[in-house]
């Protein structure tokens, strides 16, 4: 193969990188991690405040849980997250080297020069992986452990105000519950789903979950 064939192979090479090559969209996997976090900071120190309420446990006792839990769950959120888009990562390296090693073998078309552009797109587009953020795994960590606390501090608020916690569950009920319509129908939006319908959906599912703890500790309880 001749110089000018080689040169002109090259330049389809970077031509079709730049073409078909996008930008990492982070911005919609920070909405990802937020949904994450805040779903789940929502509903788990809800549950948790709801049974405690119905084991007849003061608000202090409930306030002094649910804190604990919302620290211990934005830790383990956060660690999972950090993890998952780690390995993400570990992964595209991992195929983007083989992929590598493939082209390299046959280096009667392309020289090694060659050999990282057309691996990583056969990386992005072949294999359908996307170059990951070498930033992305502290980013998700952070987002879903602050998501976390942001939601899990909701259902806790009455308990700060209200000493009995037989009131303090009513106010955290309702707090909760908007709560839970006003972020299910945002996901739904970010999410391209129907946000009412998605709203209607995450409260049901976090109203189910308090409900079920609350009767569990009043069974326990007798």
Do not use: C, W
């Not at 969209?25 to 948790?48: K, M, N, Q």
């Not at 390296?93 to 056969?122: F, P, T």
């Amino acid at each position: 193969m001749n110089d000018n064939n080689t040169n002109n192979i090259s330049q389809k090479q970077r031509l079709l990188l730049d073409h078909h090559k996008e930008k990492h969209f982070t911005a919609g996997e920070i909405v990802r991690d937020i949904i994450i976090g805040v779903s789940d900071g929502l509903t788990v120190p809800f549950a948790l405040a709801a049974g405690l309420s119905g084991a007849n446990a003061s608000s202090s006792i409930v306030l002094t849980a649910g804190i604990a839990e919302v620290a211990a769950g934005a830790i383990s959120m956060g660690l999972g997250g950090y993890l998952a888009a780690k390995s993400e990562a570990d992964h595209y390296m991992r195929e983007l080297k083989r992929e590598q090693e493939e082209i390299v073998s046959d280096n009667s078309l392309i020289g090694i020069a060659e050999a990282a552009e057309v691996a990583e797109i056969l990386a992005e587009f072949e294999l359908g992986l996307e170059k990951p953020d070498p930033r992305r795994a502290l980013q998700s960590a952070f987002t879903i452990a602050i998501a976390y606390v942001m939601g899990g501090l909701v259902p806790l608020i009455p308990y700060m105000f209200i000493p009995r916690a037989s009131e303090a569950v009513a106010a955290s009920v309702v707090l909760t519950l908007i709560a839970l319509l006003i972020f299910g129908y945002a996901k739904g939006h970010f999410t391209g789903n129907k946000p009412f319908t998605s709203a209607l959906q995450t409260t049901l599912i976090g109203a189910i979950a308090s409900a079920a703890a609350f009767a569990m500790a009043k069974l326990v309880k007798f």
